[in-house]
């Protein structure tokens, strides 16, 4: 199993609707809206890096996305 925790910044008034479209998608654990200097935090859990990476990539297209840092879980 492969985890990984991904800290966005998204554009101010459009943080709910991008945790909205990010709960949508097949891997992802929790997406939280926080305070300070992300805007959201989403945990990811996937079978293998390959399935990782490319749920990520799904979360990095999303429209309202200014940035993202990723943080791969090491076991």
């Known amino acids: 199993m492969s985890v990984a925790y991904?800290?966005?910044n998204t554009v101010p008034d459009k943080m709910e609707a991008v945790q909205k479209e990010i709960?949508?998608?097949e891997g992802v654990e929790e997406a939280y809206m926080v305070y300070g200097?992300?805007?959201i935090i989403v945990e990811v859990k996937a079978?293998?890096?390959?399935a990782l990476r490319t749920i990520?990539?799904?979360i990095r297209i999303l429209k309202?996305?200014?940035s993202?840092?990723?943080l791969?879980?090491?076991r």
Request: glycine share 4%; hydrophobic share 50%.
């Open 6 to 8: 991904t800290m966005i």
């Open 23 to 25: 709960r949508k998608i």
């Open 37 to 39: 200097v992300y805007d």
């Open 47 to 50: 079978g293998n890096v390959k």
């Open 56 to 58: 990520i990539l799904k």
């Open 64 to 66: 309202h996305i200014l």
């Open 68 to 70: 993202t840092l990723t």
């Open 72 to 74: 791969r879980v090491v």
